[in-house]
């Protein structure tokens, strides 16, 4: 537990979930880069300083949503904050609809499609809520996060987890259902 | 409602942990068709959202982290190795004794600038160059004096009177290689010309009357100090020599050119001319011998260094010339035949 983590066993175990993570927030690939490098660097830093009391991860997802939140608020004060609003995927049918960084990812053709489709229709919905709910949200369902890990990664009590997850899931319900429709 | 409908979200994930709230939403669920719809959809949107793929890290990720890093890592010791806060306290405390006491100093040595020490303490520095001229002026055509070592008496006693002041100046002047020209050589502007002759007229010797006669186009800048030669190697010459290629046009004998735009040399059309102009030069100058001034006249470069050839230029008589020691005296001087054109001086490149 206390046994000090080093860097590389840090950066291969968790490089990845925080770039994924940085994907599912921002939405696109290089934002994703960008946030997941910040908080990395941020990570690599205070690595010494890690006591382990949570995991490795719970702790990296935490840095990775703090990065998000503060360059999020800095965008909106500098106000060239864009959201990338549902429109801007309707419009990207000519490309199937799908954002790269999903289309190229299964095996079988039509499956693929199928699945691109509905990663493309799942992310859209994601980018339609607000922030702190996209984190619980990303946190719960793509990185399997317990209430417990979400509450320690945002920093947030676990009743406020569980009903702030509950929220976000029926705006998502509302937009699949409006796109299925 | 809502509440209830919280309640399911929490059970979907196995995060309702109260088993007796658990069992009692479980007996509520077999119950109502409605809840159950609901926790199914719950159950698909957590299945959408974990289909969503896993993503690779993009090619060259750890590589382009860890090149951030380094650039991070260098240019951190410059705000970390700095000194310390209290070091850094200091340090300014130190530097701003240090200006102080500088501008303090700067400030007592101020008043020491007025004349009555500071010319005698034989600064040179201390010698500013309106008080030359003034000094020039008023000493008026006192050749010895010049070089005169500055008297024993001044030096015991400062004080500001216009012998210790004239004898400083002379003593600066010799230390700068600076010649005033005697009064006697000193205008050739006509007093027609400008009205800045001499005041008294029976004064001027019939040499300077004569120089005067046909009123020459003078280009000479004011009529005080005679500067025929600055100090020779020193930058100010050589600005002085690069003007003198913007064409000035020497005057028919050597005048008391003052100023930067006066040339660099002097040409002696008669005897006499040659005669007093060699009474500025160093006395161990060799003078030209023998020159017959019928045919010949001679151009003379005041400043040290070469004269290397005259020629004739587009109505006008070119000197080129080269400045800095080493040349031999006898190099400052060239005879050529007699002509009435303007002589230019040109440094030679």
Known sequence: ?181 | MAHEKEALSAYSDGELKDPARRQELERHLAACPDCRAELEELRAISKMMGSLPRAELPAGFRQRLENRRRAEAEAEPARTTFLPVPMRALAFAASSLIVMVVAYEGLREKPAMVPSTALLSGSASGLAAPMEQKAALSMGADGNSAGAPLGEKAAEAPRFDNTALNRELESQKAKLGVRVLPRSLRAVRGSSGGGAGYADEDEQPAETQRLQAPPAPAPVEGDTVGLLAAVEEAAPMRRYAAKAETAVPAPRAFSGAAGKNAPPGAVARSASELKALWALMRPELPAPKDTDFSKDMVVVLLAQGELLAVSEQGGRLVARFRLGPGAPESKRFLVVPQSPLPVVFSPNR
């Open chain 1, 1 to 181: 537990m206390s046994n000090p983590l080093g860097e590389s066993e840090f950066l291969e175990k968790n490089a990845a979930l925080v770039y994924n993570l940085a994907l599912r927030l921002t939405g696109n690939a290089s934002d994703a880069e960008d946030l997941a490098q910040d908080a990395l660097l941020r990570a690599l830093k205070a690595l010494p300083s890690f006591r382990g009391d949570s995991s490795a991860s719970t702790w990296a997802y935490r840095i990775t949503v703090n990065t998000w939140k503060n360059r999020v608020r800095s965008e909106k004060r500098r106000g060239f904050w864009k959201t990338v609003s549902l429109s801007l995927f309707d419009g990207g049918e000519e490309e199937g609809g799908t954002p790269r960084e999903f289309a190229a990812e299964e095996p079988a053709a039509g499956q693929a499609l199928e699945t691109a489709e509905t990663g493309a229709l799942v992310q859209k919905a994601l980018l339609g809520l607000d922030e702190e709910s996209r984190a619980v949200v990303v946190l719960r369902e793509l990185e399997g996060q317990s209430y417990g890990e979400i509450a320690e990664a945002l920093g947030l009590p676990e009743g406020t987890v569980k009903s702030r997850l509950f929220r976000a899931r029926e705006a998502l319900k509302e937009t699949l259902k409006r796109k299925a429709a």
